[in-house]
């Protein structure tokens, strides 16, 4: 029989998450089917009954869901309730899981296009909502050296610090501050969505102090260049955009339902031939 999977949020219909786990299942030769349902908030704890009286195998969870679902699943990942936040939900010992790996997914695609080991480097986080958190406390766990945080509220940066699990270096700056000192950083990775679609003319913060060779990591992937990534590419920063993290998490997901592992080169042209028909379409 044909196994289900999906994806929840609201909105939903703008996920990419669909074509590239279809044409996954489709590689591997999995009969199985991804759809996006739209569920709102106040259908969460039905959708999520739902999902198992009708044996769905698994699905994602997108905004605004992935805190809200925590107390409906029967279990859930350490690393992901430190978060605060399931975006993988698995059918396992008769019962729901919930897992992050958005922040896996992110530490994937850095290491792959860093190259070398990310033990003692310095590093600064932009932003402090969920997406930081997914992504500093996978790198706390991972065992990186120091990690500041800028954020424009300061004591969400403070929050952030103080709940992470594991022990790590780091200071809560606010954007103006972290701007000055902007030189001390190996690493920088843009989690805010500031120079998303369709205010692409916007960029968190100034980068004329930026270290030459600085890695700069932005989690947005529409555009696929954002201002600040330009900015920094012209002070001599190497960057990427977030289209891999976005493929590794889905990836590492796809890991946990079938345990199968999907060819992430051909995940990212799905990704990326979607995302040139919206830009033509919109
Ligand atoms: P996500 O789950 O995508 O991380 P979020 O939890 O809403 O989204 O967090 C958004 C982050 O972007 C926060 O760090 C937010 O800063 P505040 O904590 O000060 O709210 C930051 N952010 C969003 N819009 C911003 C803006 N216009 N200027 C500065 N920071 C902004």
């Not at 809560?172 to 205010?199: H, R």
């Not at 796809?254 to 080169?265: A, I, M, N, S, Y």
Request: aromatic fraction near 8%; proline fraction near 5%.
């Amino acid at each position: 029989m044909k196994k289900l999977f999906g994806v929840i949020g609201d909105p939903i219909a703008q996920s990419m998450s669909p074509v590239m786990h279809n044409d996954a299942f489709e590689r591997v030769g999995i009969d199985a089917y991804y759809h996006p349902f739209h569920v709102q908030p106040a259908h969460l704890s039905a959708a999520v009954q739902g999902m198992k009286a009708i044996g769905v195998n698994g699905f994602n969870v997108t905004i605004p869901h992935k805190a809200a679902i925590i107390p409906l699943l029967d279990r859930v990942d350490p690393l992901a309730k430190s978060i605060g936040a399931v975006n993988t939900v698995v059918w396992e010992n008769d019962g729901w899981t919930g897992y992050n790996t958005d922040g896996s997914g992110f530490v994937r695609g850095l290491q792959e296009e860093y190259g070398t080991s990310l033990e003692g480097k310095n590093m600064l986080v932009i932003g402090a909502g969920g997406a930081a958190r997914a992504i500093y406390y996978t790198l706390a766990f991972e065992g990186a050296g120091r990690i500041d945080i800028a954020n424009r509220t300061v004591e969400k940066g403070l929050e952030l610090l103080n709940g992470c699990p594991v022990p790590v270096e780091g200071a809560a700056f606010s954007v103006a501050e972290a701007a000055e000192q902007l030189e001390v950083y190996d690493i920088i990775v843009q989690t805010t969505s500031i120079g998303m679609v369709p205010l692409t003319d916007e960029s968190p913060l100034p980068v004329d102090r930026l270290k030459q060779g600085t890695f700069l990591s932005d989690i947005i992937y529409n555009p696929l260049e954002t201002k600040i990534m330009r900015e920094a590419k012209l002070r001599g920063a190497r960057v990427q955009s977030g289209l891999k993290m976005f493929v590794y998490q889905g990836a590492l997901a796809f890991e946990k339902w079938t345990g199968l592992t999907p060819d992430t080169k051909r995940m990212e042209e799905v990704v990326l031939n979607q995302l040139e028909e919206k830009n033509v379409n919109n």
